[in-house]
């Protein structure tokens, strides 16, 4: 079994009221920051799969990102296959996007 390393983001969907977005952008005059608008917040996992192979690993990653990290009716997510075991290095590709609704 080899290891896999994934990030995956999980952010409001588009329409979704976002309360930590707009207290974020709220805050940004008291910072003296103007040019920012449109701010939207959410969340990244980061995950260590064991797998007999690298779509093993993406099948199980999708499987948790719509049942377990993201809420279908308020969110979608995207997925990335991150290169080595450190958090800090750059993730190697996009590979999949999307929401339990489209999934089921």
Same mark, same amino acid.
């Given at each position: 079994?080899?290891?896999?390393?994934?990030?995956?983001?999980?952010?409001? $969907?588009?329409?979704?009221?976002?309360?930590?977005? %707009?207290?974020?952008?709220?805050?940004?005059?008291?910072?003296?920051?103007?040019?920012? %608008?449109?701010?939207? /917040?959410?969340?990244? /996992?980061?995950?260590?799969?064991?797998?007999?192979?690298?779509?093993?690993? $993406?099948?199980?990653? !999708?499987?948790?990102? !719509?049942? &377990?990290?993201?809420?279908? &009716?308020?969110?979608?997510?995207?997925?990335?296959?991150? /290169?080595?075991?450190?958090?800090?290095?750059?993730?190697?590709?996009? &590979?999949?996007?999307?929401?339990?609704?489209?999934? $089921?």
């Amino acid at each position: 079994m080899a290891s896999y390393r994934f990030c995956v983001s999980v952010m409001p $969907r588009e329409g979704i009221l976002d309360p930590q977005g %707009r207290a974020v952008e709220l805050s940004l005059p008291h910072l003296d920051v103007d040019s920012v %608008r449109d701010v939207r /917040v959410g969340r990244r /996992v980061e995950l260590t799969v064991e797998a007999a192979s690298e779509p093993s690993a $993406r099948e199980v990653v !999708q499987h948790l990102a !719509q049942e &377990l990290f993201s809420n279908p &009716l308020i969110e979608s997510w995207s997925m990335e296959s991150l /290169v080595g075991e450190s958090a800090d290095e750059a993730p190697q590709e996009s &590979l999949e996007s999307g929401s339990a609704v489209a999934a $089921r």
